[in-house]
């Protein structure tokens, strides 16, 4: 009673078993050494049923002139391909906003122009120096086309500031003395003296970024508390698969129990 199918669903079944459906025995294993039974254990229980119950009924079907079965080999290949799937786009999603994260940190300029004044605030010098080195209170210099290096307020000159790129406005916004800058925007026309406020961990840009990677770090609350949920549904669904089994063999084995179980199906 085997049949070519069969043979051919058992060979194509089997490497994503074991090969790509890896991760959920590797997963288990930790899951189950930790003594906190996950999503990985359920899967890798599902799937090694569907798989070696398959090939129980091949191997009968290979020795029996009679037997007829129907595999399930379909099945746990299925089930593996559709949630490494969703994992897949996951990893995508993740990577989208690991693009973003690296966007928005080109958003600051590499150098800065440091102005030195003397005691009638005058600028007796500048000097080009690294932007993470800008500490607050330092005067630093904007010349049209470049990017503020900081935030902090404008001390002296007048300006147009491009700030689409952090704030989303369309037209350029005009800035004069005692105005407000946000680093990584663009001056647009004008020469700009300004005075740093907030510099490095402190500046807009850098929270924009911090909060991006927490919350591509962080999880979601229904999937927290699909976490919390499996640590009970994991073991509560294997004790029911092995009281269901454990019902069926004493059916099978014990005759008196297999009598009063057709006795109420055929009532």
């Given amino acids: 009673m085997l049949s070519i199918g069969a043979i051919l669903r058992w060979v194509l079944s089997t ?59 379909e099945t746990s290949s299925m089930l593996i391909s559709f949630i490494l799937l969703g994992k897949y786009l996951e990893v995508l999603a993740k990577g989208k906003t690991s693009e ?11 150098t800065a122009i440091l ?22 209170n330092d005067l630093i210099k904007i010349i049209p086309g470049a990017k503020v290096a900081s935030d902090g307020f404008v001390s002296w000159g007048q300006s147009h500031v491009n700030e689409s790129m952090i704030t989303g406005e369309a037209r350029p916004v005009a800035k004069r003395k005692g105005d407000t800058v946000i680093g990584g925007t663009v001056n647009e026309n004008g020469v700009l003296h300004i005075k740093a406020t907030r510099v490095g961990s402190e500046s807009a840009l850098s929270q924009i970024v911090r909060l991006v990677e927490s919350a591509q770090m962080a999880k979601a609350p229904v999937q927290k508390f ?39 199906v055929h009532g």
């Fill in 115 to 136: 102005l030195a004044l003397d005691d009638q605030g005058n600028v007796i010098s500048e000097e080009e120096i690294d932007s993470r080195l800008i500490q607050r």
């Fill in 100 to 110: 973003a994260i690296a966007k928005l940190m080109d958003l600051a300029p590499g």
């Fill in 15 to 73: 490497p994503v078993q074991f090969i790509i459906g890896r991760r959920f025995y590797t997963g288990s294993y930790k899951a189950l050494r930790n003594g906190s039974p996950n999503m990985d254990v359920l899967i890798a229980l599902g799937t090694n049923a569907a798989y070696f119950y398959s090939v129980y009924l091949v191997l009968r079907s290979a020795t029996s002139p009679s037997f007829e079965s129907t595999d399930f080999f």
């Fill in 226 to 264: 699909a976490d919390r949920i499996s640590k009970y549904f994991v073991p509560l669904v294997i004790i029911l698969s092995f009281s269901t089994w454990l019902a069926w063999f004493s059916s099978w084995k014990v005759p008196w129990i297999s009598r009063l179980l057709d006795t109420e």
